[in-house]
């Protein structure tokens, strides 16, 4: 069974940088796209940066600039970092995978959330 394991949120101050690691554990065959989505109180969940196995990234406008998308491959594990965070920015950060037990056997994964709260 494949999980995902998130770390590195937490309380910083408007402007200040958090930096987020997702782990993926297990019997892994192959993964494809990782990315964070977050959601705030109130809101619906939203992308915030995928990236592809070949390192192509994608973000929200609202992060351009600021948010960092990152993967290490022989560690299974994808990274966000934060820089000029803002209030805003306030929300449940989660980790999402597309990962393989087997060949051809895709599931899409989810972590169990990590809260970022940025104080004004």
């Known amino acids: 069974q494949v999980q995902l394991v998130e770390s590195g949120g937490g309380l910083v101050q408007a402007g200040g940088s958090l930096r987020l690691s997702c782990a993926a554990s297990?019997?892994?065959?192959?993964?494809?796209?990782m990315g964070w989505y977050r959601q705030a109180p109130g809101k619906q969940r939203e992308l915030v940066a995928v990236i592809t196995s070949g390192g192509t990234t994608n973000y929200a406008d609202s992060v351009k600039g600021r948010f960092t998308i990152s993967r290490d491959n022989a560690k299974n594990t994808v990274y966000l970092q934060m820089n000029s965070l803002k209030p805003e920015d306030t929300a449940v950060y989660y980790c999402?995978?597309?990962?393989?037990?087997?060949?051809?056997?895709?599931?899409?994964?989810w972590g169990q959330g990590t809260l970022v709260t940025v104080s004004s």
């Open positions: 297990g019997s892994i065959f192959r993964i494809n796209r």
């Open positions: 999402n995978a597309v990962v393989a037990a087997s060949p051809g056997s895709y599931l899409e994964l």
